[in-house]
């Protein structure tokens, strides 16, 4: 017989308030809606409002509790405020989810210090800030999740990894932190590790046909990845079920990285 309540108890995330950047659009976009349809209420941080209101009026409409902050996460200032907000909407997270990202590849001989900059600030930094405004939080409470979108080039470099493979990189470094200092108070932090994903981020590589099909031929699946592909892997990582895994970087990549 199936227990829904078994399953309840390891998935369902009823009563828990998620906040997710970047949650307009690609993989952020496919996270937040299913930490919605698994019972969270969820605060989507972006700066586009029309892909805002977009995402949150779909979430709406199909019965889930959602709200949305407009912000630039690529300054301190503008992050703090955002995390105010968001806590407004449905009170403080349980959950964090850093999607927001940029993806500057210029060559490295070319790579200035506005791109480094731009690049560290919404990459790494704004998950640093929103982590220590909300993971002690979490900590007195007593459960927190705290999950990183990451990058192939957080390990390996490859197609000018320049400044976006290094803020990867310092991006789980700082899971195993955050990790470090709140998982014995039932904060978990992991990081989830894409392969190619045909998202707005990869919009240079997608427009070439070749290049999409050789990286699919990378992968042991035999396709490159879909935002929905991490719907299974957020909500594990979110609930009940993931308490013993924290530190860790799990790859939602069809095999590309073992291939």
């Known amino acids: 017989m199936i227990s829904h309540s078994y399953l309840s108890e390891l998935f369902s995330l009823d009563g828990r308030v998620a906040v997710v950047t970047g949650g307009s659009s690609g993989i952020g976009r ?10 969270a209420s969820v605060v989507i941080v972006a ?4 892909e805002l209101t977009a995402t949150v009026d779909e979430l709406t409409a199909g019965g889930c509790r959602a709200a949305w902050v407009s912000a630039d996460l690529g300054s301190r200032d503008g992050v703090r405020a955002a995390a105010e907000q968001a806590a ?3 009170g403080e997270p349980d959950i964090l989810v850093n999607s927001a990202g940029i993806n ?9 210090e506005e791109v480094w900059d731009a690049t560290m600030a919404l990459n790494l930094e704004a998950p640093y800030l929103l982590g220590q405004r909300f993971g002690p939080g ?12 990451t990058s192939q080039q957080a390990h390996r470099a490859f197609v000018q990894s320049g400044a976006y493979g290094v803020s990867k990189g310092a991006l789980e470094s700082l899971a195993r932190s955050q990790a470090e200092a709140w998982s014995p108070y039932g904060v978990t932090c992991n990081t989830l590790v894409p392969g190619f994903v045909m998202t707005p981020l990869n919009v240079r590589l997608s427009s070439d046909p070749e290049k999409v099909a050789a990286l ?7 396709r490159n990845g879909l935002p929905e592909d991490f719907a299974g892997a957020a909500v594990f990582l979110a609930g009940r079920a993931s308490a013993y895994v924290t530190g860790q970087a799990i790859f939602v990549d069809g095999g590309f990285s073992v291939h």
């Open 138 to 149: 979490m900590a007195e409470r007593g459960f927190g999740r705290i999950i990183h979108v």
């Open 104 to 112: 500057l590849r210029p060559p490295m001989g070319e790579l200035g």
């Open 216 to 222: 699919a031929a990378r992968t042991m699946v035999g």
């Open 88 to 90: 407004d909407a449905f």
């Open 47 to 50: 700066r586009k409002e029309p």
């Open 30 to 39: 496919a996270i937040a809606g299913a930490l919605a349809q698994a019972g």
